[in-house]
């Protein structure tokens, strides 16, 4: 299993509304990244999470929580969001084997409209 | 600290045209490079990467050398096809907080036409 997988694929939620994506991966990596894309631009990096604790957070609004609850998944739980918050959220994650340069692998991220 | 500059698009080419794109880096250490692709309405995928100087990096035709001396990691293909019609992100990764982070440039539109 070399993937990493996101749900769910689209979402549209309110200002109002509580809401959470998900990844997983099984390929026993141990690094797992957050990224917001808008369109026509990179993506940008929000979280780190390396052996399961928070290692980078990009000074991001804390209408974006976080939460790491084993190796192999990742949540992000969205509350009080704002339509500019609207964008493309990928998850990635990199073995973290001690080796400098690991590739990071991406899934298919989740389509998020905040009305 | 460390950027990535890659050409400004689009690029719009015929079938079986020759493409590159320019990519350029600013490191202070010795970092991996990487292109990575995003299909429309898709996610990244790596494309290729090289980890040290003069390493060749390639896959699907593709090809990027990493530059030390001009500190480039330009792509090319010697005959692109309308499926690769993508957009593509030069980037490059930095140890920083003990886990690896990416640095992207802004991505080059490619359209290739019949």
């Known amino acids: 299993d070399t993937e990493v997988t996101q749900t769910p694929k689209h979402l549209v939620m309110g200002m109002t509304n509580k809401k959470s994506l998900k990844c997983e991966q099984h390929?026993?990596?141990?690094?797992m990244y957050w990224y917001k894309q808008k369109a026509k631009k990179p993506p940008e990096l929000m979280f780190v999470?390396?052996?399961?604790?928070?290692?980078i957070n990009e000074s991001v609004p804390s209408r974006f929580s976080p939460e790491c609850p084993n190796s192999s998944l990742l949540n992000l739980h969205l509350h009080a969001l704002q339509p500019e918050d609207s964008a493309l959220y990928l998850c990635?994650?990199?073995?973290?084997?001690?080796?400098?340069?690991?590739?990071?692998?991406f899934g298919p991220g989740t389509r998020l409209l905040v009305l | 600290g460390n950027s990535v500059t890659q050409m400004e698009g689009p690029v719009t080419l015929s079938e079986e045209a020759f493409l590159t794109i320019n990519c350029t880096y600013t490191a202070t250490g010795y970092p991996s490079l990487f292109w990575y692709v995003q299909y429309p309405g898709e996610g990244l995928q790596l494309l290729l990467k090289a980890t040290k100087a003069d390493d060749k990096g390639s896959n699907k035709g593709f090809e990027a050398t990493y530059r030390k001396e001009t500190t480039s990691f330009h792509l090319e293909k010697g005959s692109v096809q309308v499926s690769d019609s993508a957009v593509y992100f030069c980037a490059l990764s930095d140890l920083g907080g003990g886990s690896e982070k990416l640095v992207f440039g802004k991505g080059t539109k490619l359209t290739v036409n019949p």
């Open positions: 999470y390396s052996y399961e604790k928070l290692s």
């Open positions: 990635a994650s990199s073995p973290y084997s001690g080796r400098l340069q690991e590739t990071q692998y």
């Open positions: 390929m026993g990596h141990r690094a």
